[in-house]
């Protein structure tokens, strides 16, 4: 198997476990990567992430643009993994995962005016909304996941499976959290 089959493999892998896991509904969220100079993979909109193939993946350009693929890219979604590949990240960023998880998007619900959300065991998560390129590139500059008012979470990292992890790893702490709201 050569790089960009197991590129495209691992792109799915992350967008099926995302759909597996709860994270995301249906066709929502988006996993990308980075393939080649400047060249991305990325999911394409209106394909259910449980049966997305491989070659159903398109490949743009850092604007967006199609060099690759039959599908439709999801522009608005398109820009924030863009600001995250434009970051100035330690490390840079080789792949993105945007999802809407319930128990974060319910901890955003619940501190509509915060800067950061905060969640147990985990770094202050910034709060970003999605319009503010700039806001969003020094946000996941600084730390490896962003919240996006209105849109969800987005995390970037060194490969698709390590942003999918940070994700999920989140989602845990806001479902701890709501839970010990509950409570008391």
């Known amino acids: 198997m050569d790089d960009e089959a197991r590129l495209r493999s691992a792109v799915c892998h992350a967008a099926h476990q995302m759909w597996m896991r709860r994270l995301i509904a249906g066709t929502g969220g988006a996993v990308s990567a980075e393939w080649g100079r400047r060249r991305f993979l990325v999911t394409p909109c209106g394909v259910r992430r449980a049966d997305l193939e491989p070659a159903q993946l398109l490949c743009v350009d850092m604007g967006g643009h199609p060099i690759m693929g039959d599908g439709r890219l999801d522009e ?40 950061a959300l905060e969640l147990t065991g985990c770094e202050p998560l910034p709060i970003v909304a999605a319009e503010d390129q700039a806001g969003l590139e020094q946000a996941i500059g600084a730390a490896p996941a962003v919240a996006v008012r209105g849109v969800g979470l987005l995390a970037a990292a060194g490969s698709c499976a390590a942003a999918l992890d940070l994700i999920e790893d989140l989602e845990h702490a806001a479902t701890v959290d709501l839970c010990t709201l509950a409570r008391n």
């Open 76 to 115: 608005a979604a398109w820009r924030l993994h863009r600001a995250a590949y434009q970051s100035d990240r330690p490390g840079g960023v080789r792949a993105t995962a945007l999802a809407a998880p319930a128990s974060v998007t319910s901890m955003l619900r619940l501190h509509p005016d915060a800067a």
